[in-house]
């Protein structure tokens, strides 16, 4: 079940790709092989650009399978996903999406399943590159093979991955050999509210700040301040580059109102910080 197709492109339509109610039908884009970088854009599996909307929109859908495409310029989102179960981006660039606070380059609420970043880019979002917001339900999101997230707006930009679970919402994440640079915020904000929680791997990474004015720490694990934390988080962050910050690197911070019981309990190893340090 589901559809396959060697490449999908669309110039000026709402969204290029639209996939609403679909259960379990997937939806593939095989692309042909060929190079597909920020650089070199001859993207196989298809170019959806200046979409006036999210350029590809997946609401009640999944799993989503996406190589060698090129989404770019979009009036939102460049992928927004709503209730997706499972969704993989590969090999592709998504670049230049969003013009207002809260558009971004990958858009999720309630991604579930098991989700893939894999050697692709995702630059110049206009607040944040990846957001996954859940509250229930467990996702694993991997980003390997030099995946790069660079440059979000000068004034407005936020976090390069922001992973928020809260209520019953497990979100484990194993982020290795990536690169972040010219985010204005973190390169990663895991925050947990209520019961949510999870594990984060966050190892072998380059986190590089430039010419954006920072706005925040490098990489931050913390629970929510306004609510009663009852979860368990664990971290792994070791072996990475930490380079420019105008503040902390990395910072850990389980609130005051957490209850007996919860946990961010992990290690933070063989970290080589250029400026600032542990808060």
Same mark, same amino acid.
């Given at each position: 079940?589901?559809?396959? @197709?060697?490449?999908?492109?669309?110039?000026?339509?709402?969204?290029?790709? +639209?996939?609403?109610?679909?259960?379990?039908?997937?939806?593939? +884009?095989?692309?042909?092989?060929?190079?597909?970088?920020?650089?070199?854009?001859?993207?196989?599996?298809?170019?959806?650009?200046?979409?006036?909307?999210?350029?590809?929109?997946?609401?009640?859908?999944?799993?989503?399978?996406?190589?060698?495409?090129?989404?770019?310029?979009?009036?939102?989102?460049?992928?927004?996903?709503?209730?997706?179960?499972?969704?993989?981006?590969?090999?592709?660039?998504?670049?230049?999406?969003?013009?207002?606070?809260?558009?971004?380059?990958?858009?999720?609420?309630?991604?579930?399943?098991?989700?893939?970043?894999?050697?692709?880019?995702?630059?110049?979002?206009?607040?944040?590159?990846?957001?996954?917001?859940?509250?229930?339900?467990?996702?694993?999101?991997?980003?390997?093979?030099?995946?790069? @997230?660079?440059?979000?707006?000068?004034?407005?930009?936020?976090?390069?991955?922001?992973?928020?679970?809260?209520?019953?919402?497990?979100?484990?994440?194993?982020?290795?050999?990536?690169?972040?640079?010219?985010?204005?915020?973190?390169?990663?904000?895991?925050?947990?509210?209520?019961?949510?929680?999870?594990?984060?791997? @966050?190892?072998?990474?380059?986190?590089?700040?430039?010419?954006?004015?920072?706005?925040?720490?490098? +990489?931050?694990?913390?629970?929510?301040?306004?609510?009663?934390?009852?979860?368990?988080?664990?971290?792994?962050?070791?072996?990475?580059?930490?380079?420019?910050?105008?503040?902390?690197?990395?910072?850990?911070?389980?609130?005051?109102?957490?209850?007996?019981?919860?946990?961010?309990?992990?290690?933070?190893?063989?970290?080589?910080?250029?400026?600032?340090?542990?808060?």
């Amino acid at each position: 079940s589901g559809l396959t @197709f060697q490449s999908i492109s669309a110039n000026g339509a709402s969204s290029g790709i +639209v996939l609403s109610s679909t259960g379990a039908g997937a939806l593939t +884009v095989t692309g042909t092989g060929g190079t597909c970088t920020v650089g070199t854009p001859t993207c196989s599996g298809g170019t959806i650009q200046s979409s006036t909307a999210n350029g590809v929109s997946l609401t009640s859908t999944g799993p989503v399978s996406l190589t060698r495409m090129n989404i770019k310029n979009s009036g939102a989102d460049g992928i927004n996903g709503s209730t997706v179960n499972g969704f993989t981006l590969n090999t592709s660039v998504v670049s230049g999406n969003g013009n207002a606070p809260g558009e971004s380059g990958l858009d999720f609420t309630g991604l579930t399943g098991t989700a893939l970043i894999d050697a692709s880019a995702i630059t110049t979002s206009f607040e944040r590159h990846v957001s996954v917001v859940n509250s229930t339900g467990t996702v694993t999101l991997t980003v390997q093979n030099g995946s790069t @997230f660079q440059g979000t707006n000068a004034t407005s930009g936020s976090q390069a991955i922001l992973l928020q679970p809260s209520g019953s919402a497990v979100v484990n994440a194993n982020i290795a050999g990536a690169s972040f640079v010219d985010t204005r915020a973190e390169a990663l904000d895991y925050f947990a509210a209520g019961g949510g929680g999870g594990s984060v791997t @966050f190892t072998g990474n380059t986190v590089q700040r430039g010419s954006v004015t920072p706005l925040g720490s490098q +990489v931050q694990l913390r629970t929510d301040t306004a609510t009663n934390y009852t979860g368990t988080t664990t971290y792994n962050v070791s072996n990475n580059d930490f380079g420019g910050a105008r503040q902390s690197a990395i910072v850990i911070a389980l609130n005051r109102t957490s209850q007996n019981g919860s946990k961010l309990a992990g290690q933070v190893v063989n970290n080589d910080v250029g400026t600032a340090g542990i808060g």
